[in-house]
């Protein structure tokens, strides 16, 4: 049996939430748990940003793995798990752009460990649906609801700070990821120094 991280724990311990669903795993993914939970789904997504987790999982063939920045329109799940992530803006991103994806009734499992803050996905969801916590351990919690009122679009863009920055006398158009607080300059700085 492998090992998994805390968050993986608690989820494992409530499987039947996940019976016969589409699962789109987001979030903060850092163990193998996906595979493992498509034994008890019907099928299972994961969409990550992080090129390592994406690396991790793309081998197994049990599960698909997609990399980029935002999601495919042709993503096939009812139900969200989201790892919750170490950075609050993260989550609200991640939640915001699955669920204007997903649509209405669409079913979401929160885990994470208690001191990164999963505790605020309660007041975070509120604008979407019921969520409440059912399960606790390991200094992680569980929660389930269900999207009633999903947002209409989701914009990448406005996720992005826009500003000039000044480089020997150039002014390069440049962004700032207000998640990850990635500077993208739309020019490349180093020709030009």
Not at 21 to 47: A, M, N, W, Y
Not at 70 to 79: Q, R
Not at 118 to 147: H, Q, T
Not at 171 to 188: E, G, T
């Given at each position: 049996?492998?090992?998994?991280?805390?968050?993986?724990?608690?989820?494992?311990?409530?499987?039947?939430?996940?019976?016969q669903?589409?699962?789109l795993?987001?979030?903060?993914?850092?163990?193998?748990?996906?595979?493992?939970?498509?034994?008890?789904?019907?099928?299972?997504?994961?969409?990550?940003?992080?090129?390592?987790?994406?690396?991790?999982?793309?081998?197994?063939?049990?599960?698909?793995?997609?990399?980029?920045?935002?999601?495919?329109?042709?993503?096939?799940?009812?139900m969200?798990?989201?790892?919750?992530?170490?950075?609050?803006a993260?989550?609200?991103?991640?939640?915001e752009?699955?669920?204007?994806?997903?649509?209405?009734?669409?079913?979401?499992?929160?885990?994470?460990?208690?001191?990164?803050?999963?505790?605020?996905?309660?007041?975070?969801?509120?604008?979407?649906?019921?969520?409440?916590?059912?399960?606790s351990?390991?200094?992680?919690?569980?929660?389930?609801?269900?999207?009633?009122s999903?947002?209409e679009?989701?914009?990448?863009?406005?996720?992005?700070?826009?500003?000039?920055?000044e480089?020997?006398?150039?002014?390069?158009?440049?962004?700032?990821?207000?998640?990850?607080?990635?500077?993208v300059?739309?020019?490349?700085?180093?020709?030009?120094c």
């Amino acid at each position: 049996m492998a090992t998994y991280i805390a968050p993986s724990q608690i989820a494992e311990r409530q499987l039947e939430y996940f019976a016969q669903k589409r699962v789109l795993v987001i979030g903060e993914i850092e163990d193998q748990f996906p595979i493992e939970l498509s034994k008890h789904c019907d099928k299972v997504t994961v969409f990550t940003s992080n090129y390592i987790t994406y690396r991790m999982l793309s081998s197994s063939s049990k599960i698909t793995t997609l990399f980029g920045a935002s999601l495919p329109s042709d993503i096939d799940a009812d139900m969200i798990l989201l790892y919750w992530p170490k950075a609050k803006a993260e989550a609200q991103m991640l939640l915001e752009m699955a669920l204007a994806q997903l649509g209405n009734d669409t079913e979401i499992a929160v885990v994470g460990e208690n001191r990164s803050g999963v505790k605020s996905i309660e007041k975070m969801f509120k604008p979407y649906g019921p969520l409440n916590k059912y399960d606790s351990a390991r200094r992680c919690s569980f929660y389930w609801g269900m999207c009633q009122s999903a947002p209409e679009s989701f914009e990448l863009d406005s996720w992005f700070k826009h500003y000039q920055v000044e480089l020997n006398g150039l002014l390069l158009p440049s962004k700032v990821c207000q998640v990850c607080s990635v500077m993208v300059s739309l020019m490349v700085a180093a020709s030009y120094c």
